[in-house]
């Protein structure tokens, strides 16, 4: 016997409750951004916004229906059923932080701030989740299937992104690596897709004067840049940037001792990488099941 679906609300801690966290009480966190000259009636707002949402998307999921809840720290260790559908409750970049630990999963965006959001990947309010939960539960519903990018290195270890995937130093610091035939220093290697165009991507994209056309965000097609590229006699900066289409990977070989590669920001879920290793970059055959 097959089980029901499992509503599984993602969320993040507010900047409120991290205030509070901080500082111990609403007086002391508001007796702190005062002498900033702040006022925490801007975070407080925030903060029961967005529980009033989920809230609201707590009273949606409908009968019968099991219910699970999720925190972004939580996400690595969370084990996701196939017979789950996902609301994201909170911004963008929640859904991408999710998106890595799913596997064909439908993905519903709850926007808890429309207007300081911009949306892209929460499209849809609080009111909508019941007819949006219903629509996905009987297997209804359009979906954008959203391209990811994947770093895969030559002992089996596999890392999975929807915006994007850093390799270089963990501090930030020079990376050495070589691509192809060209041995490099910089500040890493940026792969992205088309849902990354609108973020970190874009920024190094428009540095580099938008030559490249941006992907589309289901078009299996990704792209890759350096970040200041250092040359010296021995590193070169011929290799800072192109496309990878889809079956084609970009071959990284670290001549650093730790380096790391990390997706879509977070940086506690990273593959260490060390001097000799080659990492694969391209795109993955999984995508993000977005209902739109």
Same mark, same amino acid.
């Given at each position: ?24 009480? *609403? ?11 702040? %006022?925490?009636?801007?975070?407080? +707002? ?5 529980? @009033?949402?989920?809230?609201? !998307? ?25 017979? %789950?559908? !996902?609301?994201?409750?909170? $911004?963008? =970049? ?5 998106? /890595?630990?799913? /596997? %064909?999963?439908? &993905? ?13 990947? &929460?499209?849809?309010? +609080?009111?909508?989740?019941?007819? #949006? ?5 009987? +297997? ?17 270890? *596999? ?13 930030? $610091? ?9 041995? $490099? ?13 609108? =973020? ?5 994209? @428009?540095? *580099? ?11 299996? *097609? #990704? ?36 380096? !790391? ?15 000799? @290793? ?15």
């Amino acid at each position: 016997m097959s089980l029901g679906p499992r509503a599984v609300v993602v969320h993040r801690t507010s900047e409120y409750e991290e205030l509070l966290a901080r500082h111990g009480t *609403r007086g002391q966190a508001a007796f702190f951004l005062a002498s900033h000259g702040r %006022d925490i009636a801007e975070p407080a +707002g925030r903060h029961h916004r967005a529980a @009033q949402v989920r809230a609201a !998307v707590a009273a949606a999921v409908p009968p019968g229906w099991r219910r699970a809840r999720v925190e972004r720290a939580d996400l690595d260790r969370f084990l996701f059923a196939p017979e %789950d559908v !996902v609301v994201v409750v909170g $911004q963008d =970049g929640l859904v991408a932080n999710a998106a /890595k630990y799913l /596997k %064909d999963q439908p &993905v519903i965006g709850i926007d808890t701030d429309p207007g300081r959001n911009p949306g892209v990947l &929460v499209r849809h309010r +609080g009111e909508d989740a019941a007819r #949006l939960l219903r629509a996905a539960g009987a +297997g209804r519903g359009a979906y954008d299937e959203r391209t990811m990018v994947e770093a895969v290195t030559d002992d089996g270890q *596999r890392l999975l992104a929807l915006n994007e995937i850093y390799l270089g130093h963990r501090g930030h $610091q020079s990376a050495r690596y070589r691509i192809g035939g060209e041995a $490099q220093a910089s500040s890493g290697i940026l792969v992205g897709t088309g849902t990354g165009a609108t =973020g970190w991507l874009r920024s190094l994209w @428009q540095e *580099r004067g938008g030559t490249l056309p941006l992907p589309d965000p289901c078009l299996r *097609r #990704l792209l890759w840049f350096v970040r200041e590229a250092w040359p010296s006699p021995v590193t070169g900066t011929t290799a800072s940037g192109g496309v990878i289409a889809d079956g084609e990977r970009l071959a990284v070989t670290v001549e650093s001792e730790r380096l !790391v590669a990390f997706g879509d920001g977070m940086e506690a879920d990273a593959l260490d990488l060390t001097w000799g @290793q080659t990492v694969h970059l391209g795109c993955a055959e999984r995508t993000l099941r977005l209902l739109v």
